[in-house]
């Protein structure tokens, strides 16, 4: 059976109990579970691809992927949660392989600091780093756990409906809001952190899309805390992830199409009974649920029952995340002949992430504030047999789209001379940047390709190429409407919005929808 299915004008007459709106992996998690719940589901992509942010791209022999570098969460111990979760989604056939021990490397003018697996031995080593933080360092690693436990019943929470979840609310969600309620420099100042320890414990901050004094410490702890166990990346690249998940949802009689957007979330009375597409057809369902995130969702899909007929809905308590510049870049040796290592760089011009941010965001000459670099070749066993002696890597900065408003009602590939030459001097800055960092590439760079925050809006569909659809402010947790239930009544949310930013949170958004829908919670048969 061909991989997804085509979209015809006679689906519009079949029975539906469920449209999901958009084939990121929260909404095939979300089409899979109520599909084994007997529920029959469509899933309708706007996109050409696949998969949300886990869609890859091929130019000549090379592929990249869009939005997944490493994930973590232990997912090379097959019993645990996230392994079982992503098995039972993908019938047992995404495989995932192990990064180094050492995932990330934290890269400042003066000195270079690794992220090792194990949380003892990274202790071990930030203690080595920081001898005289030793006691800033075990606070830190305590608290990050604490704060993770706290989190479960956060997201418990969001699966319980009606009534008795707004009851509950408040006992399952303030723990956890303690600290995810609270930025991230602060917090790591009353904990006695230097701005260098605080520089290098969150030199993971692009993983989330705001810098310590902007940032939850919620979402840093969880970052961090998904990582100490190490990174994994999916064998095959991204896209095997969308091409394990979806045949587990066609054969048990639902289908998940592509190039089908979604124009209108149609409602009546604050019901929602179907959706318009910009075809024009109408599709009936007794339910619908949104993945398109958002600001999609409340400001572009609802027309009429815009925000919810009794004001929960507080739009402008969150806001989009930045945008972003990612070079991708095709090589014409192998990782291993190039000496390509597994680890991921982040790269920074001072230990002040938040003065870096503001410097860069004042004046566009000044170092870009943080530069990620990955090597998605060096990381896939599978590369190398099928497109031997090449390797990739991605290079992905800070971008804003209020620079790029210019051209955004050009057609994408052909906006013209000007975009395409700020194209090739940011290309040739990021360049630079690798080079630095990575000497070996130099000379074996055949083919790069820079995507701008038009490209993510034109090919992912958020409004102004969000990285990670909205920021992860401490106002952003405290969001109650942030779940499955919205005002309007059939209507549902899941994505990472009404989570966090990443693959397995935005998953795990899926199990959550999917709970909150059969009112049956999913989540326990993953535990081990
Ligand atoms: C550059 C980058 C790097 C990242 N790196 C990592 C990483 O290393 N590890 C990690 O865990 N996470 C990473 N992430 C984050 C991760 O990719 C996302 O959080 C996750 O994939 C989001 O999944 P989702 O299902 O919520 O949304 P999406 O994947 O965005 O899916 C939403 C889908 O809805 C579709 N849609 C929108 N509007 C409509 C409409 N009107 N009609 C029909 N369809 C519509 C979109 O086309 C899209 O396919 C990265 C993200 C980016 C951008």
């Not at 420099?185 to 705001?210: A, F, H, P």
């Not at 402008?316 to 991708?328: A, I, K, R």
Request: net charge neutral; with cysteine.
């Amino acid at each position: 059976m061909p991989i997804g299915d085509r979209y015809k004008s006679t689906m519009a007459a079949e029975n539906w109990d469920a449209v999901i709106i958009g084939s990121g992996i929260s909404g095939l998690t979300t089409a899979r579970l109520l599909a084994d719940a007997g529920k029959r589901v469509l899933v309708l992509e706007k996109h050409f691809k696949f998969g949300g942010y886990t869609h890859t791209f091929k130019r000549n022999n090379y592929e990249w992927d869009v939005g997944i570098h490493y994930i973590g969460g232990n997912l090379h111990k097959p019993n645990s949660f996230l392994r079982r979760l992503f098995d039972y989604v993908s019938s047992g056939n995404l495989h995932w392989a192990r990064m180094d021990d050492i995932y990330d490397r934290i890269v400042f003018p003066d000195k270079t600091y690794d992220f090792v697996s194990g949380k003892e031995a990274f202790i071990d080593k930030m203690i080595n780093y920081f001898p005289q933080e030793e006691k800033v360092i075990h606070k830190y690693m305590d608290l990050v756990n604490q704060i993770v436990k706290k989190s479960l019943s956060y997201y418990t929470n969001k699966a319980i409906p009606g009534l008795l979840g707004s009851l509950t609310y408040p006992l399952m969600s303030k723990p956890f809001l303690e600290y995810a309620g609270r930025n991230t420099r602060d917090v790591l100042k009353e904990l006695g952190c230097s701005i260098e320890l605080m520089g290098v414990l969150t030199g993971q901050w692009g993983d989330y899309g705001l810098p310590p004094a902007q940032s939850s410490f919620g979402v840093q702890a969880m970052v961090a805390r998904h990582y100490w166990e190490g990174g994994n990346y999916p064998v095959g690249g991204a896209r095997m992830i969308a091409e394990t998940v979806i045949p587990g949802i066609q054969s048990r009689g639902s289908k998940v199409v592509l190039s089908t957007g979604v124009e209108e979330i149609l409602t009546h009375k604050g019901n929602a009974f179907g959706v318009r597409l910009e075809n024009g057809d109408e599709i009936k369902a007794k339910m619908v649920i949104s993945s398109a995130g958002i600001k999609n969702t409340f400001e572009v899909l609802l027309k009429d029952d815009r925000r919810g007929s009794n004001g929960t809905v507080t739009l402008d308590q969150v806001q989009p995340s930045s945008g972003y510049y990612c070079l991708h870049i095709g090589l014409d040796r192998s990782a291993a002949d190039l000496g390509l290592n597994k680890a991921n760089l982040w790269v920074y011009p001072d230990y002040d992430h938040d003065l870096n941010l503001k410097n860069y965001l004042d004046d566009n000459d000044q170092p870009y504030p943080v530069v990620f670099i990955s090597f998605p070749s060096a990381k896939d066993p599978s590369w190398d047999k099928n497109h031997p002696n090449t390797s990739t890597i991605e290079v992905i900065t800070v971008a804003e789209f209020s620079k790029h408003k210019k051209w955004e009602n050009k057609e994408w590939k052909n906006r013209g001379d000007e975009y395409e030459a700020l194209k090739e001097s940011i290309s040739q800055n990021l360049l630079d940047v690798l080079y630095q960092q990575t000497p070996e590439a130099k000379g074996h760079v055949d083919y790069y390709e820079l995507s701008t925050p038009l490209t993510s809006r034109d090919l992912a569909n958020y409004k102004e190429g969000e990285l990670y659809g909205i920021n992860h402010t401490p106002e952003r947790f405290k969001q109650k409407w942030l779940k499955p239930q919205t005002p309007i009544k059939n209507l549902f949310l899941t994505g990472q919005d009404i989570v966090t930013a990443g693959v397995s949170a935005a998953l795990m958004s899926g199990v959550i929808t999917a709970s909150s829908i059969l009112k049956r919670n999913l989540m326990k048969q993953f535990v081990n």
